[in-house]
Every structure is written in C-alpha cells, then in structure tokens.
C-alpha cells in the first residue's frame, strides 16, 4: 500500500481522497499545487499513488487494480475523517472514483465526487465515451472542464451534465485537460485557481452526504 499524504484543512474540515491522473503520481506539481490549494481554502485533502506509480510504471493497472487501491485508501481515511468525505480526481483518477461510486463501492457513500478534467472520451475519438456509468451515481457531481480540453468539448459536457440531475459544470475558460490556460492569456494560472477555489466552494457548502 502507498503512503498517504495528508493536506490538512479545518479542524472539522470536509476530507477529499484526491487521486492522480494517468501520466504522473501525486508527488507532481500540479496535484501537490491542487492539494494545498484546497487546504489553504479550509478542505482536508488525501492524495496516494496506484499501485504501477508506486512500482515505477509508465502504464496504469488494469481497472480493478485501480478500483481497489483507491478504494483501500478510502477504508484508511475514514476512521481520521471529521467532516464530510469527498471523492475525486484529475482525469483519470476521477474516473476511476467514479466508477466506484457508481456501484456503490465506497463504504461510507460520498457527499459529492469532484472531477478535475473528466476524461469523456479519448482526444479524437468522441465515440469512445466513458459517461454510461454516471447516471448510477446518488451523490452531486462537480465537473471543473477547461474549454481547451480534448478529452470533452464544452457542448459534450453540457450535454452530459443536462442529463445528470445532480450535477453541476463550471467551464475554465482556457482551460486545458489540466484546466492551465495559455501562458500569455493567464501568466500568474489564475484558471487553475479559480477551478480550485470552486471546488473546495462545492465541498464546504455541502450540507449533508447523497
């Protein structure tokens, strides 16, 4: 099992088990800015790495591997978690705890999952969707989308999102899978820290558990 990394919050802070994309593990900048992002607002956060990480892979597990490591990290952050338990991720990792909450895996439920950069479908091939399992899911979703991002255009997602009733989408604009604009439009990544700053928003207004 990785070793967690804790990014502590309040003291009654809400908790988010945030896992990494597929290209980079939690020790990259991008989650580590994330991290401390959503604990200087008053969010507790949790990071870990999958398993091929931890081993010194380049390619991911198979889906269950993935599954049940995150879903081991769970099981060890609740005995520590005060406030209500979030679930998330930057791309693939969000996918992934997606899917878990999809066929209720996570004991307890989530009060909502965050999805830095849904993975909609591969760059190129819209018909490759990875939406179907959404719909199962009984906890409100935040989808932080830049409108850049090749894995889902702005309309796909709004398309998505009309057809999930407790879901909500917030557009960066300029925003790339990671949700960074260009440098010469947003040199200090104030796209970044406006996706943040929403999703630890959506957390601590939450006022109860799905």
């Not at 020790?27 to 790495?49: E, I």
């Not at 950069?117 to 989808?143: C, E, N, V, W």
């Amino acid at each position: 099992m990785t070793a967690l990394r804790e990014y502590p919050g309040t003291a009654v802070a809400p908790t988010l088990v945030l896992a990494h994309g597929a290209g980079a593990g939690h020790d990259h900048p991008w989650m580590t800015r994330v991290a401390q992002g959503l604990a200087d607002r008053g969010v507790r956060v949790v990071t870990f790495n999958f398993p091929y990480v931890e081993e010194q892979r380049k390619v991911p597990d198979r889906g269950p591997v993935l599954e049940d490591a995150f879903a081991a990290v769970w099981r060890d952050v609740v005995s520590a978690a005060a406030g209500l338990l979030f679930a998330g991720g930057k791309s693939m990792g969000g996918r992934i705890a997606s899917q878990l909450a999809a066929r209720g895996a996570f004991d307890p439920a989530p009060a909502g999952l965050v999805f830095f950069g849904y993975p909609l479908h591969p760059p190129g091939k819209p018909g490759q969707r990875r939406d179907r399992h959404l719909a199962s899911i009984d906890a409100p979703l935040l989808f932080l989308h830049g409108t850049r991002d090749p894995f889902g255009s702005p309309d796909e997602m709004r398309g998505l999102v009309a057809g999930l009733p407790r879901a909500t989408l917030e557009l960066i604009d300029g925003g790339d899978h990671s949700l960074v604009a260009p440098k010469r439009q947003d040199p200090e990544s104030a796209s970044l820290e406006r996706a943040i700053g929403l999703a630890a928003a959506f957390m601590r207004a939450s006022p109860q558990g799905p």
